[in-house]
């Protein structure tokens, strides 16, 4: 397994009446992933970490890599549903492609191993963590930082953006009653 930097990992628990979720923030260089379980309303932070590919491998290596670290995590952590950060426009048309590959690879893992997906745009994620949809990136790491009592701002910034998308999740599916 080349997940790298695996930086929180709780032991698990087999609480029937909670959903894990497995958040993502899509990239090629680093794909920010948590896995959050709520039961009885208390979110609880199981693992979180990213996945990096070096920029000296083919494209379709990087997707290979992305899409079995992502089956790794679904194995090992067994979440019942996904949410998946959704691309907004970049200026940059070469980096919206790239990782638009790479949020198609997510994708297609997430429905081979028979994960529920649920995508989210920046905009939702930050209006359901911060009350905000134009909020800072630093504050919502803060805020994740805060709802989790993490002791610090998960590293790098695609992780606290994966917790942020599950925590939007977890939100919505309330609202929505999954």
């Known amino acids: 397994m080349v997940i790298r930097?695996?930086?929180?990992?709780?032991?698990?628990?087999?609480?029937?009446?909670?959903?894990r979720v497995l958040g993502?923030?899509?990239?090629?260089?680093?794909?920010?992933?948590?896995i959050i379980e709520e039961v009885n309303g208390v979110l609880c932070p199981l693992a979180f970490g990213h996945i990096s590919t070096?920029?000296?491998?083919?494209?379709?290596?990087?997707?290979?890599?992305?899409?079995?670290?992502?089956?790794?995590?679904?194995?090992?952590?067994?979440?019942?549903?996904?949410?998946?950060?959704?691309?907004f426009f970049f200026?940059?048309?070469?980096?919206?492609i790239s990782i638009g590959q790479s949020r198609g690879a997510i994708l297609l893992t997430l429905e081979q191993k028979n994960v529920r997906i649920s995508s989210y745009t920046p905009l939702q994620v930050k209006?359901?963590?911060?009350?905000?949809?134009?909020?800072?990136?630093?504050?919502?790491?803060?805020?994740?930082k805060n709802i989790l009592k993490l002791t610090s701002v998960p590293k790098p910034d695609d992780v606290a953006d994966a917790i942020a998308v599950a925590i939007c999740h977890i939100n919505s599916r309330k609202i929505n009653s999954f």
């Open 5 to 19: 930097k695996n930086i929180m990992d709780k032991k698990l628990t087999t609480q029937a009446s909670g959903v």
């Open 24 to 34: 993502i923030d899509p990239g090629t260089a680093t794909v920010g992933w948590a």
């Open 54 to 87: 070096e920029k000296t491998e083919s494209e379709e290596n990087r997707l290979c890599e992305i899409s079995y670290d992502i089956r790794s995590i679904i194995e090992k952590y067994q979440p019942q549903e996904a949410a998946v950060e959704q691309l």
């Open 91 to 96: 200026k940059n048309k070469k980096t919206i």
């Open 127 to 144: 209006q359901s963590v911060t009350g905000y949809g134009k909020a800072e990136k630093k504050q919502v790491q803060l805020m994740v």
